[in-house]
Protein backbone atom coordinates (compact mmCIF):
# COMPACT_ATOMS: atom_id res chain seq x y z
CA UNK A 1 0.00 0.00 0.00
CA UNK A 2 1.34 3.48 -0.92
CA UNK A 3 0.39 6.51 1.30
CA UNK A 4 -1.59 7.88 -1.78
CA UNK A 5 -4.02 5.13 -0.34
CA UNK A 6 -3.91 6.03 3.20
CA UNK A 7 -7.28 7.84 4.03
CA UNK A 8 -4.81 10.05 6.97
CA UNK A 9 -2.87 11.50 3.75
CA UNK A 10 -5.87 12.31 1.83
CA UNK A 11 -7.39 13.99 4.51
CA UNK A 12 -5.17 15.89 5.35
CA UNK A 13 -3.76 16.67 1.44
CA UNK A 14 -7.53 17.91 1.20
CA UNK A 15 -6.95 19.75 4.29
CA UNK A 16 -3.61 21.36 3.34
CA UNK A 17 -4.73 22.41 -0.03
CA UNK A 18 -7.66 24.35 1.97
CA UNK A 19 -5.52 26.31 3.89
CA UNK A 20 -3.48 27.49 1.12
CA UNK A 21 -7.02 28.83 -0.57
CA UNK A 22 -8.67 29.96 2.19
CA UNK A 23 -5.18 32.12 2.86
CA UNK A 24 -4.41 32.94 -0.45
CA UNK A 25 -5.41 36.58 -0.41
CA UNK A 26 -3.93 37.33 3.37
CA UNK A 27 -1.09 40.42 3.48
CA UNK A 28 0.29 39.05 6.86
CA UNK A 29 2.68 37.01 4.72
CA UNK A 30 4.67 36.07 7.70
CA UNK A 31 1.79 34.36 9.23
CA UNK A 32 0.44 33.03 5.51
CA UNK A 33 3.92 31.50 4.65
CA UNK A 34 4.35 29.92 8.68
CA UNK A 35 0.95 28.35 9.10
CA UNK A 36 0.85 27.06 4.69
CA UNK A 37 4.11 25.70 5.99
CA UNK A 38 2.64 23.47 9.14
CA UNK A 39 -0.19 22.23 6.94
CA UNK A 40 2.08 21.13 4.15
CA UNK A 41 4.71 19.41 6.03
CA UNK A 42 2.22 17.05 7.87
CA UNK A 43 1.45 14.96 4.48
CA UNK A 44 4.53 15.55 3.18
CA UNK A 45 6.13 13.93 6.22
CA UNK A 46 3.18 11.26 6.21
CA UNK A 47 4.27 10.25 2.40
CA UNK A 48 8.14 10.64 3.44
CA UNK A 49 7.72 7.95 6.25
CA UNK A 50 5.58 5.38 4.75
CA UNK A 51 8.30 5.49 1.53
CA UNK A 52 11.09 4.65 4.36
CA UNK A 53 12.17 1.11 4.53
CA UNK A 54 12.73 0.73 8.51
CA UNK A 55 9.49 1.08 10.41
CA UNK A 56 11.73 3.53 13.44
CA UNK A 57 12.23 5.59 10.24
CA UNK A 58 8.17 5.14 9.53
CA UNK A 59 7.41 5.96 13.40
CA UNK A 60 9.61 8.94 13.24
CA UNK A 61 8.48 10.61 9.84
CA UNK A 62 5.06 10.11 11.40
CA UNK A 63 5.79 11.41 14.58
CA UNK A 64 7.45 14.62 12.80
CA UNK A 65 3.79 14.55 11.03
CA UNK A 66 1.82 14.28 13.95
CA UNK A 67 4.20 17.26 15.55
CA UNK A 68 3.25 19.39 12.27
CA UNK A 69 -0.21 18.91 12.61
CA UNK A 70 -0.26 20.33 16.27
CA UNK A 71 1.28 23.64 15.08
CA UNK A 72 -1.30 23.79 12.10
CA UNK A 73 -4.17 23.70 15.13
CA UNK A 74 -2.17 26.22 17.27
CA UNK A 75 -1.69 28.25 14.57
CA UNK A 76 -5.32 27.90 13.27
CA UNK A 77 -6.20 29.56 16.96
CA UNK A 78 -4.50 32.24 16.99
CA UNK A 79 -5.69 32.67 13.43
CA UNK A 80 -9.26 32.90 14.74
CA UNK A 81 -8.49 35.43 17.37
CA UNK A 82 -6.80 37.72 15.51
CA UNK A 83 -9.43 37.76 12.80
CA UNK A 84 -7.41 36.14 10.16
CA UNK A 85 -9.37 32.91 9.84
CA UNK A 86 -13.36 32.78 9.53
CA UNK A 87 -14.52 31.32 13.24
CA UNK A 88 -16.49 28.73 11.13
CA UNK A 89 -13.49 27.68 9.25
CA UNK A 90 -11.12 27.64 11.73
CA UNK A 91 -13.50 25.49 13.84
CA UNK A 92 -13.79 23.14 10.85
CA UNK A 93 -9.59 22.82 10.55
CA UNK A 94 -9.68 22.28 14.45
CA UNK A 95 -11.83 19.23 14.50
CA UNK A 96 -9.74 17.72 11.02
CA UNK A 97 -6.08 18.47 12.82
CA UNK A 98 -7.94 16.70 15.86
CA UNK A 99 -9.17 13.40 13.75
CA UNK A 100 -5.88 13.19 11.68
CA UNK A 101 -3.65 13.52 14.73
CA UNK A 102 -5.87 10.53 16.83
CA UNK A 103 -5.29 8.68 12.96
CA UNK A 104 -1.70 8.88 13.21
CA UNK A 105 -1.51 7.79 16.35
CA UNK A 106 -3.19 4.89 15.36
CA UNK A 107 -0.82 4.16 12.46
CA UNK A 108 2.26 4.55 14.66
CA UNK A 109 0.54 1.96 16.81
CA UNK A 110 -0.29 -0.65 13.59
CA UNK A 111 3.35 -0.15 12.51
CA UNK A 112 5.21 -1.04 16.10
CA UNK A 113 2.66 -4.07 16.29
CA UNK A 114 4.43 -5.10 12.95
Known amino acids: MGFEDLEVWKRFA ?29 PSNIAEGMER ?3 KEKERFLDIAKASCAELRTQTYIGIDIGYIDNDVGKQWIMETKEISAMLVGLIRNIQRG
Open 53 to 55: ASD
Open 14 to 42: RLSAGVYKELSGLKDYGFRDQITRSSLST
